[in-house]
Nanobody, 125 residues
Framework: QVQLVESGGDSVQAGGSLRLSCVDSGYPGNRYCMGWFRQAPGKERDLVAT????????YYADSVKGRFTISHDSAKNTLYLQMDSLKPEDSAMYYC??????????????????WGQGTQVTVSS
């Protein structure tokens, strides 16, 4: 059974940094797409970034490009999201997700099979 467990969410001031982690277990194979999504109250779940664990392909939403960095440590089975220069509009519940496809990772939340429970990020001005 695949499990994704996020951690690292916190409350920070604007301009600060956080690093989110997502430990994945029970996943068959070691090449798949993983992504970070976020959802603010009353809004849709939006893509933040994706990464293909079998290579270096990454994608970032325009709103986070240059501020956030997605990475994956295969030895630790852990997905990371380094978030710098945080803004109040980054406040949301952050979810990691995975799907057993390779190459160009999907960008729609509906295309991901496995989800974590979420970790809350709150950025105050």
């Amino acid at each position: 059974q695949v499990q994704l467990v996020e951690s690292g969410g916190d409350s920070v001031q604007a301009g600060g940094s956080l690093r989110l982690s997502c430990v994945d277990s029970g996943y068959p194979g070691n090449r798949y797409c993983m992504g970070w999504f976020r959802q603010a109250p009353g809004k849709e779940r939006d893509l933040v970034a994706t990464i293909y664990t079998g290579g270096s392909n990454t994608y970032y939403a325009d709103s986070v490009k240059g501020r956030f960095t997605i990475s994956h440590d295969s030895a630790k089975n852990t997905l990371y999201l380094q978030m710098d220069s945080l803004k109040p509009e980054d406040s949301a519940m952050y979810y990691c997700a995975a799907v057993p496809v390779g190459g160009r990772c999907p960008r729609g939340s509906y295309e991901y099979t496995y989800w974590g429970q979420g970790t809350q990020v709150t950025v105050s001005s």
